[in-house]
């Protein structure tokens, strides 16, 4: 856990969080630390006593009145405790976190549930480890967060919702919950299930392969370490969009698997680079840092494995007026040495290069 970056000026308490896992306990951290009261519930007292004691907040009471409360369970869950939270607390607006918008609004609808003081939101953030001891207080800032407002959310109750957001370093973003679920099935929840795919094949690899292991790997597999349980879930809830997703996805490898039978058959080479392009095309429409779709060059600087070396890169990119836009570091197996690949704009490139070989530096290579 982190102190939070954001200090809260508009979330007034008591605040009610109803899960003190990974979302939860974050919510609880930055809330805290701005002064908020935040009331803790969970179903395992032992989730519920290792968040307080992390200090996400204080376990809830009778008498609490909270102004808002934030559910943030399981998405098998959501509309049982929403329905609960609705009832126990008739002045209090009530969001959930969870992932996937639509199928709890569809449940809480069948069953004739009181919505006009219910707003669905989803954070885009988390981390691969889940639980309260893997919150942090920063993990929404500069992360976009889903609110789906319909006709009979009133502003006051919006406002609330979108505050919370903002006092969490967010963006809020209104979306339907159609729009939400059809959204986080290409940009979250197919990417989940690619990477999970694409590790399960080194289950079985030959060690001898994956001692050639690059970025480029752990890249397209970092998220694959999730919560199986949890992901059963999300995509149980929302699986007719993901589905549509991996069914255009599934005829694009057909596509590329088809080329590769004959690599030199006419059209099986455009087929091939037709793919790689459209890819670079995607990747163009990424928001980049500070949410702008820009293209920044990479350079790699070799970094010996010793201590405060990484500092003394840093603090001389400073010198030459290099901002890091961002940064990837890379060890080889047995190497003395790691590769630090550096983002910067592309007006930067030459006066790092030339500055940091000057100064010793080796720069293994600068890609576009």
Not at 200 to 223: F, H, K, M, Y
Not at 312 to 331: I, M, Q, S
Request: aromatic fraction near 2%; charged fraction near 25%; proline fraction near 6%.
């Amino acid at each position: 856990m982190t102190d939070a970056t954001v200090l809260a000026t508009r979330t007034r308490g008591p605040v009610r969080i109803v899960g003190a896992g990974l979302l939860g306990s974050s919510i609880g951290h930055a809330l805290t630390a701005s002064g908020v009261d935040v009331a803790l519930a969970d179903t395992s007292p032992a989730q519920l006593r290792l968040a307080v004691d992390y200090g996400a907040g204080r376990p809830a009471r009778e008498g609490d009145t909270p102004v808002l409360v934030v559910v943030a369970v399981p998405p098998d869950v959501v509309a049982d405790v929403v329905e609960r939270e609705l009832a126990a607390f008739p002045d209090a607006v009530v969001t959930d976190v969870a992932s996937v918008k639509l199928e709890p609004l569809k449940e809480l609808r069948a069953r004739g549930a009181d919505l006009t003081r219910y707003i669905g939101s989803h954070p885009m953030a988390g981390r691969e480890r889940g639980g309260a001891i893997a919150a942090r207080a920063d993990i929404f800032v500069g992360r976009p967060w889903v609110v789906c407002r319909d006709e009979e959310t009133s502003a006051a109750d919006l406002t609330m919702v979108e505050a919370l957001a903002l006092d969490l370093g967010a963006t809020p973003i209104e979306m339907t919950p159609e729009e939400h679920d059809r959204a986080v099935a290409l940009v979250s929840h197919v990417p989940q299930i690619v990477s999970s795919l694409l590790a399960g094949r080194l289950a079985d690899a030959p060690d001898r392969s994956l001692q050639l292991t690059g970025q480029g790997l752990r890249d397209t597999t970092r998220i694959a370490a999730s919560a199986p349980e949890l992901w059963v879930q999300i995509l149980g809830a929302n699986a007719e969009p993901v589905r549509d997703v991996l069914r255009d996805l599934a005829d694009d490898l057909a596509t590329v698997a088809e080329a590769l039978r004959a690599p030199d058959a006419p059209g099986a080479r455009r087929a091939v680079a037709d793919t790689i392009r459209r890819g670079n095309d995607g990747v163009e429409r990424l928001p980049g840092k500070h949410g702008q779709n820009r293209r920044f060059e990479q350079v790699v600087v070799m970094v010996d494995d010793t201590p405060g070396q990484l500092g003394r890169l840093f603090g001389e990119l400073g010198e030459l007026d290099v901002n890091v836009e961002d940064l990837r570091l890379e060890h080889s197996p047995g190497a003395q040495f790691g590769l630090a690949e550096i983002s910067v704009v592309p007006s930067a490139v030459r006066r790092a290069v030339d500055g940091l070989e000057s100064r010793g530096w080796k720069i293994a290579s600068t890609t576009p």
